[in-house]
């Protein structure tokens, strides 16, 4: 080996040394540096768009994704996946609205209160099936998904409810502040309280650490004592009443009721955590990457918009950013995740 | 007398099959006890019933002088059991100090965890030990000597009376056994009671002070170590005295070229200028510790590591393997370490199976499956290989393990290959069942095939192996021919 080539491979050690230190643990800086080159190519190529009012568009949009996307962090962390989200959220949001109505009754806290007791109610459906009958978690919600939806349709109602009841709608209209022509619901503060303490719950008590040590090994974390069965029901219970908290946030940001909406917008969310560094194997992600994720998404989208691509082009963008993003998340965690180096670093006989 | 562990009468059966019977186990506070038995004894049933993690269908058992709730980990952790399990049982996406915390958090059931916590308790510990671990890394990024090393330092985390160690040494080398027992010696006079599970017998004849034999799920012998010979060690592990094993015939190699030939392949940051040659005939032993690099080179040769460097030929013939298709296409022949979930399609029939890599053989030229063909070919092959069962109709998962093992041996022999490479095939397989697998592959050998066999199972090598080569770190480090194939010279040179 040549002293030359010795030099620039310790020159690229020290390159990775530094990037593996300032990378983040799930590549999060690599995001934000993504988050920042597509707000510059925007800036060179439509700096017209490039005002408050974007940036307060995409906090708008995101606001809901983020809520879903809670819940959807903490499963997938343990291993498992999620699909029954969307109709839980869509549910509760819905049902609340329609007991709302058939009550005559109106108020702008309590109704988020009872949103999350049903997404709780429904989130058990899935905590029974995963935990006590172990099944397969994405098989489990798909079928709680279709079955939640089924209800929510045949039972509870189909028609679309143009107006919410007044202190309701007073919420979707209170703003906290303005960004440019955009308003900043206020409703983005309980969002990102939830955030601060999921990230809070995740990393600093022993319900957190067994979500992540469950989804590295599930056999291991039964083996150190970790009752697995009761961190899967809290994990369900609590990823349920995160859902139908945000099914409450978008009904009532959207200022109109639909049991229609919602289901059909998982993979935005579930493309959020997963580019955010969660990784469908299990024992990887936080809450930080996952607001990243979702800033990224809801970036993408809203530069279509003022591009002025037709919104038929944007599904398939979004796809192809997922992709990209999934694909760059597997890569990295291959590359880390494939084997133990065996040789010994440092080659002494240069 | 105290005991620090009590165990009465514990009885467990898996679907009928009973496991253990009426075992009884006893542990002194001090002593180390070797609980020795044969792949399958019962072992690690034994273990996991102890520790919690299986509910014994009858039994009591006593941690210092007071019964446990059985089938609880937290309630046997609680009274001072720890486990040291064989596959150390860690968290690969957490650090080594959280890893070392975990145990300790759960036993005093905290809410709210602390790093600087986890950070003091992992380090006091390492220093007590005596070694040395970076605490931020994650264990998926440590080496597997490491990981074995926070094992020991997350079971020693707490307050211990009675720690089982399952064959705590097999991925360390020399300096770290010792230093492995003197961290026993220290827990000895610590008053913990130590149950070690070993196959090594001077490992076993050097620590332990008492030797409890399982066979087949019966405590079939017990005695201070001072009374058994290493014969009548293994009399008591497998129920008879194996004759001097090593049988190999002479390879006519001649003037043809070597079945298989590497030459300098390598792998990024996994192994390096590894170069041999397996001759016709011969049977080739690739030996090492465990994450020595072994597994990767056999992976390399056979496409599902494509090699970095260097050259592989198969019969004189250099050949580019940069897949597993190219590898058979070349004439290599695989047989996985875990047959389970790499070797077999366990749901599907064993004719099925056993024809699966040489469909080309039982197909029209069109790739038509012609079932007459397919059914006399995999009817031969049972035959052949022995493998037990009424009806080759019948799922993989109908057999016995050793018969799976069969299986897949099957599978490679009727793609001909002109190289079988053969990953740890006896891991798991009972005695009568290993005896003929090896036959299997002196058949083999006899046909004119190169045999690669990745194994550390010392008397398997020398039972079957014309040369073996040792890996460490994951270079070649030096070779035994012929007559130089004997035990003490392997596992000596094993870890050096």
């Known amino acids: ?350 | 007398m105290s005991f620090a562990l009590r165990a009465r009468g514990i009885s467990k059966s898996f679907g009928g099959v009973k496991a253990l019977t009426d075992v009884d186990l006893d542990v002194v506070p001090g002593e180390v006890l070797c609980l020795a038995g044969a792949n399958g004894s019962g072992k690690s049933t034994l273990i996991k019933i102890i520790s919690g993690v299986e509910t014994p269908d009858s039994g009591t058992i006593e941690i210092d002088g007071e019964e446990i709730v059985t089938s609880s980990v937290a309630a046997a952790v609680q009274r001072g059991v720890q486990v040291i399990f064989q596959d150390m049982s860690l968290f690969p996406n957490l650090t080594v100090a959280e890893n070392i915390a975990m145990s300790e958090r759960v036993k005093d059931g905290v809410k709210v965890i602390s790093g600087k916590r986890a950070r003091s308790l992992a380090k006091s510990v390492i220093e007590r030990l005596g070694i040395d671990l970076d605490l931020e890394a994650r264990v998926e990024n440590i080496s597997v000597a490491d990981r074995q090393l926070v094992a020991i330092c997350r079971a020693l985390a707490l307050d211990v009376k009675v720690l089982f160690m399952d064959e705590p040494t097999t991925a360390l080398t020399w300096h770290e056994i010792e230093s492995l027992r003197q961290v026993v010696e220290q827990l000895k006079k610590e008053q913990v009671g130590i149950v070690f599970v070993s196959h090594k017998t001077e490992e076993v004849f050097a620590m332990s002070d008492r030797i409890v034999v399982l066979r087949n799920g019966v405590v079939v012998r017990t005695g201070a170590t001072a009374d058994f010979t290493e014969n009548s060690l293994v009399e008591a592990l497998v129920g008879y005295l194996p004759e001097d094993q090593r049988r190999v015939e002479i390879s006519d190699t001649g003037e043809e070229p070597p079945a298989l030939s590497v030459e300098g392949i390598g792998v990024e940051s996994l192994f390096a200028d590894v170069s041999f040659a397996v001759g016709r005939g011969e049977i080739v032993g690739l030996t090492g510790l465990l994450g020595s690099g072994r597994s990767e080179i056999a992976e390399a040769i056979f496409g599902k590591l494509p090699i970095d460097t260097g050259t592989i030929a198969v019969g004189g013939e250099t050949k580019t393997i940069r897949s597993v298709a190219d590898a058979i296409t070349a004439g290599i022949g695989y047989v996985p370490e875990d047959r389970l979930t790499q070797g077999v399609v366990l749901g599907q029939s064993i004719e099925r199976n056993l024809v699966s890599a040489a469909l080309g053989k039982v197909s029209s030229s069109a790739g038509v499956l012609k079932e007459r063909l397919l059914a006399e070919t995999s009817r031969a092959s049972v035959a052949e290989l022995q493998i037990k069962t009424d009806n080759a109709a019948l799922p993989v998962s109908s057999l016995s393990g050793g018969n799976q093992q069969r299986v897949v041996l099957g599978k490679w022999m009727l793609t001909d290959p002109k190289v079988l490479i053969l990953n740890g095939p006896t891991v798991g397989v009972d005695a009568g069942s290993k005896a003929t697998i090896l036959e299997i592959l002196r058949d083999a050998a006899r046909s004119g095939m190169g045999v690669l066999l990745i194994s550390d199972d010392v008397p398997e090598l020398v039972s079957v192996c014309h040369r073996v080569l040792f890996v460490r770190r994951g270079r070649l480090a030096g070779e035994l021919a012929h007559d130089e194939v004997a035990e003490p010279a392997i596992r000596e040179r094993l870890v050096r």
Do not use: C
């Not at chain 1, 800036?43 to 408050?52: F, N, Q, Y």
């Not at chain 1, 109106?106 to 006590?132: I, K, Q, T």
């Not at chain 1, 719950?201 to 599930?218: E, H, N, P, Q, W």
């Open chain 1, 1 to 350: 080996m040549s002293t030359a080539v010795a030099d620039s491979s310790t020159v690229r050690d020290r390159m990775s040394a530094l990037w593996r230190r300032y990378r983040g643990e799930n590549n999060e800086t690599t995001l934000l540096l993504l988050i920042l080159a597509l707000v510059g190519v925007m800036a060179i190529v439509e700096p017209s768009a490039i005002t408050l009012g974007f940036f307060g568009d995409i906090i708008r949009s995101g606001i809901v994704t983020l809520a879903l996307a809670l819940g959807l962090l903490m499963i997938i962390i343990s291993g498992g996946m999620d699909v029954s989200f969307p109709a839980i959220a869509i549910f509760a949001g819905y049902a609340t609205i329609t007991l709302m109505q058939s009550l005559g009754v109106d108020g702008a806290v309590w109704p988020f209160v009872v949103a999350v007791a049903m997404g709780l109610l429904l989130g058990s459906l899935n905590a029974v099936l995963v935990a006590r009958y172990k099944m397969e978690t994405l098989i489990a919600t798909l079928g709680t998904q279709v079955i939640i939806r089924g209800v929510l349709i045949a039972f509870i109602g189909s028609v679309y409810i143009s107006v919410l009841p007044a202190q309701l709608d007073a919420v979707g209209a209170t703003s906290i502040m303005q960004l440019g022509g955009t308003q900043v619901n206020v409703l983005v503060i309980p969002v990102l309280v939830l955030a601060g303490a999921l990230a809070w719950v995740l990393r600093r008590t022993m319900f957190g650490r067994s979500i992540y040590a469950i989804g590295g090994d599930k056999e291991s974390a039964k083996r150190v004592g970790i009752s697995v069965k009761k961190v899967q029901v809290a994990i369900y219970l609590v990823a349920g009443a995160l859902a139908g908290f945000g099914g409450m946030v978008h009904v009532v940001l959207s200022r109109h009721a639909s049991p229609f909406e919602i289901v059909g917008t998982e993979l935005n969310v579930i493309a959020a955590v997963v580019i955010g560094g969660a990784l469908d194997s299990g024992g990887r992600g936080s809450v930080r990457g996952t607001i990243l994720g979702v800033v990224l998404i809801s970036l993408v989208q809203n530069s279509l918009i003022r591009l002025g691509v037709s919104s038929y082009w944007h599904v398939f963008v979004v796809g192809l950013v997922v992709l990209a993003g999934v694909a760059i998340q597997a890569r990295s965690a291959a590359a880390t995740h494939r084997r133990t180096r065996i040789l010994e670093r440092l080659e002494t006989a240069a």
